[in-house]
Antibody, heavy 118, light 107 residues
Framework: QVQLVQSGAEVKKPGSSVKVSCKIS????????VNWVRQAPGQGLEWMAG????????NFAQKFQGRVSIITDESTNTAYMELSGLRSDDTAIYYC???????????WGQGTLVTVSS | EIVLTQSPGTLSLSPGERATLSCRAS???????LAWYQKKRGQAPRLLIY???SRATGIPDRFSGSGSGTDFTLTINRLEPEDFAVYYC????????FGQGTKLEIK
């Protein structure tokens, strides 16, 4: 059974960065890539970025280009998403999900609440 | 960039009824890379349908997907109490985009 476990909630100041981790078990990120999706309060789901480590490719939604980075540590089966230049409207629950070669997200982490507040 | 528009915004039905949710794309895509997710408050999204009409593992057969080109539909037959949630369509591939969601509520 594939499981993704994310790091805990974060409170950050505007202008700072946050790094969310996502550890996979039951499979590896060599088999699956990872997608990152967020949901702001009262809003819908928003795809941010995704990577496929075996192809060393990462794709970003245009609005996050230059602000988000994804790192996959295959030795620990952990993926990281770092978002910089935080603003109040980055307050959201951030989800990681497995990504197959077609880009489909089948298995999801439990979500990480990131609150940006001064 | 493709835009996905879901309708209706809110659908009020009773258990046992059939729900029909629509997802319209701003341009046709022939890849068939259209998925549906169920989202409940406090829970992660749950994959229901992928490739327009294939049910994900463990999804009951009362859930079905159909469509092509720019128009796609999620149908839920014989609504169960646990089916009341928000549903999102998604076009996936090298990038991805979600529709804005349809809230299915108990009438």
């Amino acid at each position: 059974q594939v499981q993704l476990v994310q790091s805990g909630a974060e409170v950050k100041k505007p202008g700072s960065s946050v790094k969310v981790s996502c550890k996979i078990s039951g499979e590896t990120f060599s088999t699956y890539g990872v997608n990152w999706v967020r949901q702001a309060p009262g809003q819908g789901l928003e795809w941010m970025a995704g990577s496929i480590p075996i192809f060393r490719t990462t794709n970003f939604a245009q609005k996050f280009q230059g602000r988000v980075s994804i790192i996959t540590d295959e030795s620990t089966n952990t993926a990281y998403m770092e978002l910089s230049g935080l603003r109040s409207d980055d307050t959201a629950i951030y989800y990681c999900a497995t990504r197959n070669l077609n880009g489909l997200s089948s298995f999801w982490g439990q979500g990480t609440l990131v609150t940006v507040s001064s | 960039e493709i835009v996905l528009t879901q309708s209706p915004g809110t659908l009020s039905l009773s258990p046992g009824e059939r729900a029909t949710l629509s997802c319209r794309a701003s341009q046709s895509f022939t890849s068939g890379a259209l998925a549906w997710y169920q989202k409940k408050r406090g829970q992660a999204p749950r994959l229901l349908i992928y490739g327009v009409s294939s049910r994900a593992t463990g999804i009951p057969d009362r859930f079905s997907g159909s469509g092509s080109g720019t128009d796609f539909t999620l149908t839920i037959n014989r609504l169960e109490p646990e089916d009341f949630a928000v549903y999102y369509c998604q076009q996936y591939g090298s990038s991805a985009i979600f529709g804005q969601g349809t809230k299915l509520e108990i009438k």
